[in-house]
Protein backbone atom coordinates (compact mmCIF):
# COMPACT_ATOMS: atom_id res chain seq x y z
CA UNK A 1 0.00 0.00 0.00
CA UNK A 2 0.66 3.75 -0.27
CA UNK A 3 2.80 5.68 1.97
CA UNK A 4 -0.05 7.08 3.64
CA UNK A 5 -2.15 4.28 3.38
CA UNK A 6 -2.70 0.95 5.07
CA UNK A 7 -4.87 -1.96 5.27
CA UNK A 8 -6.10 -3.14 8.47
CA UNK A 9 -4.54 -6.62 7.79
CA UNK A 10 -1.17 -5.10 8.17
CA UNK A 11 -1.79 -5.35 11.78
CA UNK A 12 1.08 -3.44 13.39
CA UNK A 13 0.15 -0.11 11.26
CA UNK A 14 -3.17 -0.68 12.06
CA UNK A 15 -2.29 -0.92 16.10
CA UNK A 16 0.23 1.89 15.98
CA UNK A 17 -2.38 4.41 14.10
CA UNK A 18 -5.18 3.33 16.66
CA UNK A 19 -2.70 4.00 19.88
CA UNK A 20 -1.65 7.16 18.22
CA UNK A 21 -5.07 8.40 17.42
CA UNK A 22 -6.36 7.49 21.28
CA UNK A 23 -3.48 8.93 22.58
CA UNK A 24 -4.17 12.28 20.54
CA UNK A 25 -7.68 12.46 21.81
CA UNK A 26 -6.89 11.73 25.34
CA UNK A 27 -4.26 15.14 24.98
CA UNK A 28 -6.70 17.47 23.11
CA UNK A 29 -9.96 15.78 25.40
CA UNK A 30 -11.14 15.41 28.40
CA UNK A 31 -11.27 10.99 28.17
CA UNK A 32 -12.50 8.87 30.45
CA UNK A 33 -9.88 6.12 30.18
CA UNK A 34 -12.62 3.98 32.05
CA UNK A 35 -14.86 4.18 29.36
CA UNK A 36 -12.84 3.46 25.73
CA UNK A 37 -14.34 0.80 23.11
CA UNK A 38 -12.69 -0.08 20.23
CA UNK A 39 -15.30 -0.86 16.98
CA UNK A 40 -14.50 -2.93 14.14
CA UNK A 41 -16.42 -3.63 11.52
CA UNK A 42 -15.49 -6.69 8.97
CA UNK A 43 -11.69 -6.72 8.27
CA UNK A 44 -11.39 -3.85 11.33
CA UNK A 45 -12.85 -6.72 13.39
CA UNK A 46 -10.50 -8.55 12.86
CA UNK A 47 -8.21 -6.05 14.01
CA UNK A 48 -10.08 -5.17 16.48
CA UNK A 49 -10.29 -8.23 17.93
CA UNK A 50 -6.37 -8.55 18.13
CA UNK A 51 -6.19 -4.86 19.58
CA UNK A 52 -8.71 -5.48 21.78
CA UNK A 53 -6.79 -8.70 23.42
CA UNK A 54 -3.26 -7.88 23.16
CA UNK A 55 -4.30 -4.39 24.59
CA UNK A 56 -6.54 -4.44 26.95
CA UNK A 57 -5.32 -2.22 29.20
CA UNK A 58 -6.45 0.67 26.68
CA UNK A 59 -10.12 -0.60 26.29
CA UNK A 60 -12.88 -1.07 28.57
CA UNK A 61 -14.65 -3.27 25.91
CA UNK A 62 -14.57 -4.30 22.18
CA UNK A 63 -17.39 -4.74 19.18
CA UNK A 64 -16.85 -6.83 16.32
CA UNK A 65 -19.06 -6.55 13.29
CA UNK A 66 -18.50 -9.58 11.12
CA UNK A 67 -15.11 -10.43 12.12
CA UNK A 68 -12.82 -13.30 11.67
CA UNK A 69 -11.25 -14.46 14.17
CA UNK A 70 -7.62 -16.29 14.54
CA UNK A 71 -6.41 -18.23 16.88
CA UNK A 72 -3.18 -16.48 17.00
CA UNK A 73 -4.88 -14.03 19.27
CA UNK A 74 -5.41 -16.72 22.01
CA UNK A 75 -1.82 -15.86 23.16
CA UNK A 76 -3.21 -12.88 24.55
CA UNK A 77 -6.28 -14.03 26.47
CA UNK A 78 -4.98 -13.73 29.58
CA UNK A 79 -4.78 -10.01 28.93
CA UNK A 80 -8.15 -9.47 28.43
CA UNK A 81 -8.92 -11.75 31.36
CA UNK A 82 -6.67 -9.49 33.78
CA UNK A 83 -7.99 -6.51 32.76
CA UNK A 84 -11.74 -7.45 32.34
CA UNK A 85 -12.17 -6.33 29.15
CA UNK A 86 -15.72 -7.05 27.43
CA UNK A 87 -16.49 -8.31 23.61
CA UNK A 88 -19.85 -7.93 22.04
CA UNK A 89 -19.64 -10.51 18.68
CA UNK A 90 -22.08 -9.57 15.80
CA UNK A 91 -22.58 -11.43 12.67
CA UNK A 92 -25.55 -11.97 10.07
CA UNK A 93 -26.84 -15.38 10.25
CA UNK A 94 -26.22 -15.76 6.21
CA UNK A 95 -22.38 -14.58 6.90
CA UNK A 96 -20.20 -16.97 5.42
CA UNK A 97 -19.79 -20.16 6.87
CA UNK A 98 -15.75 -19.80 7.50
CA UNK A 99 -16.44 -16.33 9.45
CA UNK A 100 -19.61 -18.20 11.48
CA UNK A 101 -17.30 -20.56 13.03
CA UNK A 102 -14.64 -18.16 13.54
CA UNK A 103 -16.61 -16.08 15.85
CA UNK A 104 -18.21 -19.14 17.29
CA UNK A 105 -14.06 -20.63 18.44
CA UNK A 106 -13.83 -16.91 19.53
CA UNK A 107 -16.97 -17.38 21.38
CA UNK A 108 -15.50 -20.42 22.81
CA UNK A 109 -12.19 -19.46 23.63
CA UNK A 110 -13.33 -16.10 25.70
CA UNK A 111 -15.60 -18.36 27.71
CA UNK A 112 -12.74 -20.83 28.51
CA UNK A 113 -10.51 -17.72 29.34
CA UNK A 114 -13.33 -16.67 31.96
CA UNK A 115 -13.81 -13.33 29.36
CA UNK A 116 -17.48 -11.64 29.30
CA UNK A 117 -18.91 -11.90 25.76
CA UNK A 118 -22.08 -11.45 24.47
CA UNK A 119 -23.08 -13.37 20.91
CA UNK A 120 -25.57 -11.84 18.87
CA UNK A 121 -26.65 -13.24 15.42
CA UNK A 122 -29.10 -11.15 13.03
CA UNK A 123 -31.72 -13.13 11.39
CA UNK A 124 -31.55 -13.02 7.36
CA UNK A 125 -28.53 -10.79 6.83
CA UNK A 126 -25.85 -11.68 4.37
CA UNK A 127 -23.55 -8.37 4.55
CA UNK A 128 -22.53 -6.95 7.17
CA UNK A 129 -23.59 -3.57 6.66
CA UNK A 130 -26.88 -5.24 6.92
CA UNK A 131 -26.43 -6.01 10.71
CA UNK A 132 -26.32 -2.06 11.00
CA UNK A 133 -29.75 -0.76 8.94
CA UNK A 134 -31.35 -3.98 10.45
CA UNK A 135 -30.70 -1.86 14.17
CA UNK A 136 -31.88 1.27 12.34
CA UNK A 137 -34.93 0.52 10.48
CA UNK A 138 -36.23 -1.56 13.39
CA UNK A 139 -35.58 0.99 15.34
CA UNK A 140 -33.54 -1.13 17.40
CA UNK A 141 -30.42 1.14 17.11
CA UNK A 142 -30.98 1.18 21.38
CA UNK A 143 -29.19 -2.11 21.33
CA UNK A 144 -26.19 -0.07 21.13
CA UNK A 145 -27.12 2.04 24.13
CA UNK A 146 -27.59 -1.25 26.21
CA UNK A 147 -24.26 -2.66 24.72
CA UNK A 148 -22.51 0.98 25.97
CA UNK A 149 -24.47 0.16 29.81
CA UNK A 150 -23.28 -3.67 29.23
CA UNK A 151 -19.69 -2.41 28.88
CA UNK A 152 -19.87 0.25 32.09
CA UNK A 153 -20.43 -3.00 34.44
Known sequence: MGKSSFGWSEREDAEKRIIETIDYMQNKYRVDN???TLLGFSQ???TAYFLGLKNADLFKGVIVIAGFYDSTFNQYLNVAKEKG???VI???EEEPV???EANIIALEQFIKASISASFQVYAGYAKQYQVIL?????????GWKKINSALKN
Do not use: D
Open 34 to 36: NRI
Open 85 to 87: TKF
Open 134 to 142: NLKSNGQLN
Open 44 to 46: GST
Open 90 to 92: MLG
Open 98 to 100: HRI
